[in-house]
């Protein structure tokens, strides 16, 4: 048994597989209609409304999603596009990461004092420390570093 693969169709080769689709349906729904009781053709008719008035309200929804655009709840409760809000809200959005940016500055600059204090101190303990040369080269000497400060 062999196994084809169709190539992959793009967007618009999909829609306008539909739309043909879509018209053979409807010829042939023509080419019946007339043989249907009025109150079958009514509903079909009803139906067939509602599915154009749903087609719409989903390509209007694929419009409105596709754009990109903020919206922002303004006075009175009402919501409208950030598009004409210009450099005011680039800067308020922009002002969290600023926010965030000085934050690891400062962070990493108390994290570093912190790191010099504590050399500071070994060197201090060190230089006040009556120790020969040869003990600095033992490698049992951060051993002795350590018990001697507690």
Known sequence: MTKTTNPPRSHTDVDALQARFGVRIASMLDEHARSTAPDISE????????????????????????????????????????????????????????????????????HDKAQIAAVAEVDAALLADDLPPDAYSDPGFAEYLKTSRE
Request: glycine share 8%.
């Open 43 to 110: 509903r079909l008719r009803f139906a067939r409304e509602q599915a154009l008035a749903r087609a719409q309200a989903a390509r209007r929804q694929e419009q409105v999603v596709s754009a990109p655009a903020a919206v922002v709840v303004g006075r009175g409760g009402s919501a409208t596009l950030a598009e004409h809000l210009g450099w005011w809200f680039k800067l308020a959005s922009a002002l969290p990461l600023a926010m965030l940016v000085l934050g690891l500055v400062a962070i990493n600059r108390v």
